[in-house]
């Protein structure tokens, strides 16, 4: 976007050197002139400490195009990252007819270091597969669930793509913008890499910032994916594996969010669960982010909140004064959003995104349902209620889902 230029005086005088966290090198250029030409993203962060503008947020979220040209290759492997905590709202709409179907595709499931520790993985498997197949991904050869972070399934996840690989074929890591590629780049190389490689690929707490398409020579990795089966040590072409740009989901709830939210929002470690006994007539909040009504039941519901921001619980009439004076901007003690912060346009209202939802127990057994707030947290219900009547809401509606069965 040449006309918006770092000589345009109105960076309301914040240092740069505070803000820059941009994609830099990678997404600019230089013209003629000498001026450097920073990407929209880029030069909202540098310039306006703003993450996003709802227009730009819409132009983004069809900002997946240019992942069409897997459709064209024959000789793929494909790796789609999503965020567990941030799914489904990381995961591409419609990826069958986006990328084709002829190139074997592994789902991988990153920051499983973030959910408590006894949840059922083979729940998650089936949380992922039915909403992937939902959303129109169904050629799926294989779910990883793994920690970058913690290099936690990597080699597993090395040693599969290293086993379908024909010995020919390149490997594409795609996903929204913050599911974790970069990490994961470089959690290949510290788990699989011979010989020490020393470069690190930036990794960084703000979405879309990876920029550019990082092409990695596979044998860098060693035996593990060098593995010729045509009994050579290495393929006699270089093959490679591509970090491609994050796609901006303009679904996801995390991208109306400044750096300094963010950080309020999401989790560094494990979220610990807390529980609550909630009548009807009440209502929980997350943070200024999610709110559940408990309109009507015949009993009251255990709901167990997994969330990192605070959770408030009051009468559902009170709840509704207090989106009332979020809605025209005013702080409120819940966090986030940040009233004061500026924004391009005013943070959307909290709106219901399900109204009247009826969540039905089983006579006499304890029920189990998950209200999820993709990238927030979410709620798990449980207790002998025979039907309990809920609305939930959140910014724009957006970002709702129920889960059939609780992790
Ligand atoms: P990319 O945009 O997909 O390349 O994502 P990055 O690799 O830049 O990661 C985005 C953010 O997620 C960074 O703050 C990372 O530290 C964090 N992250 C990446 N992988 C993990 C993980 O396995 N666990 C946790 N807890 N955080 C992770």
């Excluded at 072409?237 to 709830?253: A, C, H, M």
């Excluded at 950080?263 to 559940?292: A, C, D, E, H, W």
Aim: with cysteine; proline share 5%; glycine share 8%.
């Amino acid at each position: 976007v040449p006309e918006l230029k770092p000589s345009d005086k109105d960076n309301d005088g914040e240092s740069k050197e505070s803000m820059d966290n941009t994609c830099g090198e990678k997404a600019d250029g230089i013209t003629e002139e000498g001026e450097r030409i920073f990407c929209q993203r880029c030069y909202n962060l540098l310039y306006h400490n703003k993450v996003v503008t709802e227009e730009w947020q819409e132009s983004l979220s069809f900002d997946r195009s240019f992942l069409s040209f897997l459709n064209k290759k024959k000789d793929a492997i494909v790796v789609t990252v999503v965020d567990i905590f941030d799914f489904p709202g990381t995961l591409l709409e419609d990826l069958d007819d986006l990328i084709g179907v002829k190139n074997p595709t592994i789902l991988v499931a990153n920051k499983m270091d973030l959910l408590p520790r006894d949840v059922s993985e083979t729940r998650i498997k089936n949380w992922l597969k039915e909403k992937s197949e939902k959303l129109g991904f169904r050629n799926i050869h294989e779910i990883f669930l793994i920690s970058a972070k913690k290099n936690w399934r990597v080699r597993e996840l090395a040693q599969t793509i290293s086993a379908i690989r024909s010995g020919f074929d390149d490997v594409y890591l795609i996903g929204c913008a913050n599911v974790g590629k970069s990490e994961l780049v470089n959690s290949f190389l510290r788990s699989t890499v011979v010989g020490g490689w020393k470069h690190e690929v930036t990794s960084s707490p703000i979405p879309g910032t990876t920029v550019g398409m990082l092409g990695l020579p596979l044998t860098i990795f060693g035996t593990t994916f060098g593995h010729n089966p045509r009994g050579f040590h290495f393929p006699q072409k270089s093959r490679y594996l591509y970090d491609t740009p994050g796609v901006v989901n303009g679904k996801q709830l995390i991208h109306l969010l400044t750096e300094e939210e963010l950080k309020m929002v999401i989790p560094q470690k494990r979220i610990k669960p807390l529980t609550y006994n909630i009548f009807p007539g009440k209502s929980v909040f997350f943070g200024g982010l999610g709110r559940i009504d408990y309109v009507e039941g015949d009993k009251p519901v255990r709901m167990t909140i997994f969330s990192r921001l605070k959770s408030h619980i009051t009468s559902t009439q009170r709840a509704d004064e207090i989106c009332q004076s979020m809605a025209v901007g005013d702080k409120t003690f819940l966090e986030p959003p940040i009233f004061s912060i500026k924004r391009a346009s005013p943070f959307p209202p909290m709106i219901k995104g399900k109204k009247g939802y009826v969540m039905k127990g089983i006579p006499g057994t304890m029920s189990s349902k998950d209200v999820v707030f993709s990238g927030i947290g979410w709620a798990s219900f449980g207790g002998t209620f025979d039907r309990a009547s809920i609305d939930v809401w959140s910014p724009h509606g957006v970002g709702i889902y129920i889960r059939e069965k609780s992790l």
